[in-house]
């Protein structure tokens, strides 16, 4: 028996990040977890059109995706509650620069990639920016053979159902060759 649940979104969890960039000639970071992989150098954030950080990104043409590992919960939940109208949250983090001198990336988040503004997706409640990757910056701690390892960053994931974060699980298999048992019929 299955149900019916309506059209709720249940493709989660999904990375929780914070986004930073630059509002008003400051720094800013708001948490998102509606953020999505368009290619393998574009990303999209839907930012609902209330936030401050909209206007910024708008303005410069760029932002930051900043990847927090669980260790850095609580001060990603509070740039989640706390609004850039009413709080500097900038003076929570170090903050360095790269390419792009408007997008404001974290020191204590273990990868940040910065992106250079594509194009926005204007729905009626939402921005949906798509971002190109420009650079992505990562602690040497967190990588394995020159890549980001994710059971070394270990990601904050989101879950709306719940409304909790999680961890990471354990790896279940190998991509492109679990599958190939199938290959001569199915046992
Ligand atoms: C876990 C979590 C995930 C969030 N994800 C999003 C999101 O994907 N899009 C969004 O517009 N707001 C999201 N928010 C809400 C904003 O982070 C929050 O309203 C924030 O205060 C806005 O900051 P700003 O006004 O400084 O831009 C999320 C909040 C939390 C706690």
Redesign the pocket.
Known sequence: MRQELGPINALYPTP?VLVGAT?NGKP????????GIMTHTHIS????K?????AGIHENRAFSVCLPSVDLVVE??Y???????K?D?SSLFDIFYGELRSAPMIAQCPVCMECRLDQVIDYPS?DVFIGEIVQTHAAAEVLADGKVDISRLRPLL?DMASKQ?WSLGEAVANCWNVGKQLKHGLH
């Open positions: 929780t509002v800013n970071f708001i948490t998102v977890a509606h953020i954030i839907g930012l609902g209330i936030h401050y950080t909209n990603t939940d740039c989640g509650i706390m609004t850039g109208k709080t949250k939402h989101f974060y």
